[in-house]
C-alpha cells in the first residue's frame, strides 16, 4: 500500500481528475477491505458516526446495494433518498434537495442521476463529500475502480494488458469511465458496437474504434460487455435484439479469438442472448461474480478515503486496525 | 435639449462604413437628424456640444436578434428593462422575437410591445412577429396586419418553422409586405434530446449532442424554397461553417439570403461546457461549436459574408438556469457584452477593423431587416453611439441592467466599450 500518498480530495465526480497514484491508493486500500468479507463478523468502525446519504434519482439496485452494504460494513449511519420518495416529483428544485440534505449534516452524499454533470453542480454547493454513483452517460467512477481491482486481481497487473469493451458505447458511462482510468494505467484499449451506437467523435474517448466484434477480440486479455438496453431508447438504434447478438454478442465460439487466459467482464444486469451467450457469462472466464464482491471492497475504500478527507482526521482503515471488529446489528444482512 | 435645437458632436473619431468614413470630424445635428460632418464645424447659436475627443462617434448600433420576454415573462425581462440593457451596451435599437405569452402572432400583441416601448424610450424596438399561429407551425400568421402595425420580419425563433410548406408560404407571403423570414434554423428531429454540440466534447461528457447537421439541413431547405419563391431569407444565430457555405453558395445563385451570427458562438466552443464544469451559461441554441465551425465563422465576419453581429439575448430567471445543465433553458443575455467582447477579441486582436465591426452591429443590421439607421449620411436620423476603444472594463453580470445575468464571459477583460447613446441627437440618460 502507498503509504506515503494521502487521499486529499472531498469528492469523487469521475475518473478524469484523477492520476494514477490516487487510483492506485484507492485500489490498495479496497484489497485491504477484501480481507473484511472474509471475517465472519463483516464490520469495522470505520466510520462510526459517520452520515453517508444514498441520493438515487435514477433506479439502481445494484450499485445502491453495494454503496449500502459498504457503508453498514464499516458501521456508517446511512440513509436513503430515491427519486420516487423525494420532494423532487413535486417540483422541488434540485438544489433545494441538496441543501435540505445538507441541513442534515451528512458527511458523504452519494449521488446517481440521469443527466451527465449533476453530482458535479451539487458537489460544487454541498460540504459533504460527493461521490458519483454514475451521472448520464458520462461517467461512474467506483464501477471502473472495481473493474480495475478485478483485472489486477486476475492478472496481477493493468499496464500493458489489451482490453476490449464491447456494446452500446454512446451511452454507456461504464465505458467512459474505464477508457480513462485503463489508459492511466497503462492498459491499451479498444472499443466496438455497432455504429448507430457509437458517440459523434468515439476517438476523442483515448480508444481505438472498431465497428467488428471479431477485430475487437483478437488476441484481448480482457473483454468487457456492456448492457445494452435496446427497449430504453425510443429511437430504433439496432432493428432487434436478434441482429445484435448477431452483429456483437459474446459467444463462445467468438470468444476464442481472444487471449488463451482471457477474463470476461460485465457492470450487470446482463441480458442474456442480447450481449452476452448464457455459456459465457457461466463460463470458466467470467468474473462478472468477482466484480460484485469487489465492488463493495472498492466502495469501502473510497468512503473511507474520503471521509479522512472530509474531516482531516485519518481514521483507520480495515487494514491497520488492531481493534476488535463492530459488531453491530447489520452485519451481513445479505444485501447483494 | 428639445428635438429643435442644435447638437454639435465635437472632435470624436467618426466611423460611418454606409458612407466609408473613418477621420476625426464634427457632427452637426438639428431637429433630430444629421446635418453635417466635416473636419471643423462652428457651433450655431444655442447648440449643445458634446465632446467627443478620444472616444469614436459611430451611426447608432442595432441588435436584431434579441428577446424582451413581454408580455408573459416579464420576471425574465421586460421592455423596460430590455431597452435600458440595449442602451447601456451601446445600442440605439433592438428587434425583439415573437415568443412571449400569447405569442405575438396578432397586431394587438404587436402594438402592445411598440406601447410599453415608448413608455420606456431609451432605445427603438422592432416587433419581429411570429411566422405562425401560435407559433405552431401549421397556418400563417396575420403578417400583414403585423406588419402594418409595425413588425419588421417574421419568425417563430426559439422555434423553427419545421413544415417545409408552411415555409415556402410564408415565402411567398411576406414578400407582399417586403419583409424577411428570419429562420432559427435547427431540424428539431435531428436535435432529439441534444443539448450541447454533438462532437467532441458531448462524447467525452456523454450528453445527447445536436449535430451541426441540423442547422445544415434547415438551412439548405430553407435556402431552395427561397429560390424557389424569390422569398427574402434571413438565418438567425448562424452556427455551422455548412451553412455558411450553403448561403455563399445559393448568394452567388441570386437568392436573396443574409445571415447573423452571435458573439458566443465566435468566441468560444463546446470546449466550454467541460471548462465551466456543465455550467448552464454555456447552454445556448444553436450550441456552442466545434473549433473550425468557430473558424469558418471568422472567416465569413471577415470576408464579409455574414450580414450582421447579433447577440441572441435570451434572458431567464436566475432560478431557471442554476439548475442541472440538461434541465435549465436554452440561452443566455448579451446586450451588455457585445460591444466589449467584439472590440476586444476581434477588432483590439486585429481580425477585422473598426469600420467593419460597425457594419456588422449598425449598417448591416438596418439593412437586413429594412432599418433605418445604420447610416450618418446628412438628413437621416441621428441615432448614434459613442465607443471608448481603449476603456478597460471587466464583465461584472451583478451590474447588468437585464433581468438575465447568465453569460460565460462573466469576469472577462475586455478593452473598449460603448459610453453613450444618442436616439434622435439626444442622449439617453439610463434611469
Ligand atoms: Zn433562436
Known sequence: ?336 | MSEGAARLIRGGRVVDPSQGIDGTFDVLIEDGKVVRIEERIEAPDGAEITDAEGLVVTPGLIDIHIHLREPGFEYKETVGTGVVSAAAGGFTAVACMANTAPVNDSRSVTEHILLEADRHPYARVYPIGAVSKGMAGEELAEIGEMASAGAVAFSDDGLPVMSSSLMRRAFQYAQHYDVPVIQHAEDLDLTGPGVMHEGEWSTRLGLPGIPGAAEDVMVARDLLLAEDTGGRYHVAHMSTGRALELVRLFRARGVNATCEVSPHHLLLTDQAVSDYGFATCTKMKPPLRAKADVEALIAGVVDGTVDCIASDHAPHHHDEKDVQFSAAPFGIVGLETTVSLLLDRLVHAGIIDLSRLIELLSTGPARVLGLEGGTLTPGSTADITLLALDREVTVDPGSFRSKGTSTPFSGWNLRGVAVGTMLAGVPVRLP
Open chain 1, 1 to 336: 500500500m502507498n503509504e506515503t500518498l494521502r487521499w486529499t480530495r472531498k469528492d469523487l465526480l469521475g475518473i478524469a481528475p484523477l492520476d494514477a497514484p490516487e487510483i492506485e491508493l484507492i485500489l490498495d486500500t479496497a484489497e485491504s477491505f477484501l480481507e473484511v468479507a472474509e471475517r465472519p463478523i463483516k464490520k469495522v468502525p470505520t466510520l462510526r458516526g459517520k452520515g453517508v446519504i444514498n441520493l438515487f434519482f435514477e433506479p439502481s439496485t445494484r450499485t445502491r446495494s453495494s454503496f449500502e452494504l459498504a457503508e453498514k460494513r464499516l458501521s456508517a449511519d446511512s440513509m436513503n433518498v430515491s427519486a420516487s420518495t423525494s420532494a423532487l416529483v413535486k417540483g422541488e428544485s434540485l438544489l433545494d434537495t441538496a441543501t435540505n440534505l445538507q441541513a442534515m449534516s451528512p458527511d458523504l452524499i452519494i449521488i446517481r442521476h440521469q443527466h451527465p454533470g449533476v453530482p458535479h453542480m451539487l458537489a460544487k454547493r454541498l460540504e459533504a463529500g460527493v461521490i458519483n454513483a454514475g451521472d448520464g452517460a458520462h461517467e461512474h467512477p467506483t464501477q471502473a475502480l472495481l473493474d480495475a481491482l478485478t483485472i489486477r486481481r486476475n492478472k496481477g497487473r493493468i499496464k500493458g494488458l489489451r482490453v476490449a469493451i464491447i456494446g452500446d458505447i454512446e451511452h454507456s458511462r461504464v465505458v467512459r469511465s474505464n477508457i480513462q482510468l485503463l489508459n492511466k494505467l497503462g492498459a491499451e484499449v479498444t472499443i466496438a458496437g455497432p455504429r448507430s451506437m457509437m458517440p459523434a467523435a468515439a476517438h476523442a474517448l483515448g480508444a481505438t474504434v472498431s465497428y467488428d466484434l471479431d477485430e475487437a477480440l483478437e488476441g484481448r486479455d480482457v473483454v468487457m460487455m456492456l448492457r445494452t438496453q435496446l427497449e430504453r431508447h425510443k429511437r430504433s438504434l439496432v432493428p432487434s435484439v436478434r441482429e445484435y447478438f448477431k452483429l456483437f454478442g459474446l459467444t463462445h465460439a467468438r470468444l476464442a479469438r481472444a487471449a488463451d487466459d482471457v477474463i470476461v467482464m460485465h457492470p450487470g444486469p446482463m441480458n442474456r442472448g442480447t450481449e452476452i451467450a448464457s455459456d459465457v457469462a457461466d463460463g470458466p472466464a467470467s468474473v462478472i461474480l468477482e466484480q460484485v464482491a469487489n465492488g463493495v471492497a472498492v466502495r469501502m475504500a473510497v468512503l473511507y478515503l474520503l471521509s479522512t478527507a472530509a474531516t482531516g482526521a485519518a481514521p483507520t482503515a480495515a487494514g491497520q486496525s488492531d481493534k476488535e471488529p463492530h459488531a453491530g446489528d447489520g452485519a451481513h444482512r445479505g444485501e447483494s
